[in-house]
């Protein structure tokens, strides 16, 4: 008989900020530290900016948007998501790297939704639970802020992260190709999912 474990969800605080940075570049599958490789110094690596960046205050990656799930005192996983505008207008998408255009194209489709940007478990940890108690704290938030629908991208190569998000109610609504960059481990299509709150 398998003894249940204790998972402590709480509020992310900037201390936090190197484990989140790497959770959320192997949620994101590496597009995260594409990213911020294009904005560090010369002498910078790209998780270190990234570090800086979860630390901040401002933008989605800030750590003010995301909870942490620790299994005694360890990191061991991560939800990153907050209430996208009431607007469908993804802005100008010309500004933005053609790598995350897809991805602003398909959130634009669920305004006013509850959005997982990213959540990941700490590979050392999976199978315990703690992907799932972060997806029942991502209901729970959605259900406070008032949303009616919660919502993920997810690449459709993804299938077992897929598979996951339809067994837990989710449904496909739309999608868009995959912009390659390097590193990207997949081709085909992002896959907007939503579900009810």
Do not use: K
């Not at 901040?56 to 003010?64: A, L, R, W, Y």
């Not at 997982?116 to 799932?132: E, L, M, S």
């Not at 077992?160 to 067994?167: D, I, K, Q």
Request: aromatic share 6%; with cysteine; hydrophobic share 40%.
């Amino acid at each position: 008989m398998s003894q249940a474990i204790d998972i402590v969800v709480r509020r992310a605080t900037p201390e936090d900020a190197r484990p989140l940075a790497e959770l959320m570049n192997m949620a994101g599958e590496g597009l995260p530290a594409h990213l911020w490789s294009q904005h560090c110094g010369p002498d910078e690596l790209a998780l270190d900016f990234g570090t800086r960046r979860v630390a901040g205050t401002e933008g989605g990656f800030s750590h003010v948007n995301a909870r942490v799930a620790e299994v005694g005192r360890r990191v061991a996983g991560m939800l990153l998501g907050y209430r996208l505008p009431e607007s469908d207008d993804p802005g100008d998408l010309d500004q933005c790297p053609p790598v995350v255009r897809p991805l602003l194209e398909l959130e634009a489709l669920a305004p006013g939704s509850w959005y997982v940007n990213a959540v990941a478990t700490d590979p050392a940890c999976r199978g315990q639970g703690v992907g799932t108690r972060l997806m029942a704290e991502a209901e729970a938030l959605a259900r406070d802020s008032g949303a009616a629908t919660l919502s993920l991208i997810v690449a459709e190569g993804n299938a077992g992260a897929v598979r996951l998000y339809e067994r837990l109610g989710y449904t496909r609504l739309a999608h868009r190709p995959v912009e390659p960059y390097p590193g990207c481990s997949h081709n085909g299509h992002y896959v907007l999912m939503t579900r009810a709150v």
